[in-house]
């Protein structure tokens, strides 16, 4: 029997998948903005059809930004209701790229 090992990678960033692209833009135009208070803490939801119409993004760039900025807390989705900021307690400040 002849086991064979990989070699891991010792860099970090080598082992996770950055977002790139659109998705990057669409997060970073998108979490710019609820930093600088476009957006209510705990305010109206927001569709994602109305954030694609307003940063101009299509739908899957959109969705897969909404989801790493709920991983990162600043916002919480919901079906049928939408997305909306949540409270700075909640936020992630440590996970940023």
């Known amino acids: 029997m002849n086991i064979q090992f990989r070699a891991v990678p010792t860099d970090c960033r080598t082992a996770v998948a950055l977002p790139r692209g659109k998705t990057l ?8 903005s609820i930093v600088a208070g476009r957006y209510p803490v705990e305010g109206d939801t927001v569709t994602e059809a109305e954030l694609c119409h307003q940063f101009g993004f299509a739908r899957g ?8 900025l709920r ?10 209701l939408g997305v909306w900021v949540q409270p700075e307690t909640c936020w992630d400040l440590l996970d940023w790229f």
């Open 25 to 32: 833009a669409a997060m970073e135009a998108l979490g710019k």
């Open 71 to 80: 991983g990162k807390g600043l916002i919480d989705r919901s079906p049928r």
């Open 61 to 68: 760039s959109l969705r897969e930004a909404v989801s790493l």
